[in-house]
Structures are given as structure tokens and as C-alpha cells.
């Protein structure tokens, strides 16, 4: 999950929430969304190989 923050950089979080903490990991901070789009797609291959 990718949201801007007000500074404009963009932050990946991860898709489900800490049940502990009922807030979402973050995962990331990257200054366009091209290069937090891309390492969402590293992490999901990984995840799996």
C-alpha cells in the first residue's frame, strides 16, 4: 500500500495490519512513486522465492 505524504516523498506500507498494534509496518520511504511501485513488486518476489 502506497500513500504521499505531505512532503510529497511516498511511503510503502505493508498490506495488512499488526493486529497488536492496529497499524499498518512501514516498509519504506521513496521520493516517486515509480521507485516505491517498484520495490513493492521486489518485495512481493521475494516473498515467494
Do not use: C, V, W
Given at each position: 500500500?502506497?500513500?504521499?505524504?505531505?512532503?510529497?516523498?511516498y511511503?510503502?506500507?505493508?498490506?495488512?495490519?499488526?493486529?497488536?498494534?492496529?497499524?499498518?509496518r512501514n516498509?519504506?520511504?521513496?521520493?516517486?512513486?515509480?521507485?516505491?511501485?517498484?520495490?513493492?513488486?521486489?518485495?512481493?518476489?521475494?516473498?515467494?522465492?
Amino acid at each position: 500500500m502506497i500513500r504521499k505524504l505531505a512532503d510529497g516523498k511516498y511511503r510503502l506500507y505493508s498490506r495488512k495490519k499488526n493486529p497488536r498494534t492496529g497499524k499498518r509496518r512501514n516498509l519504506g520511504t521513496f521520493g516517486t512513486k515509480a521507485a516505491a511501485q517498484k520495490h513493492e513488486r521486489d518485495i512481493q518476489y521475494f516473498k515467494r522465492h
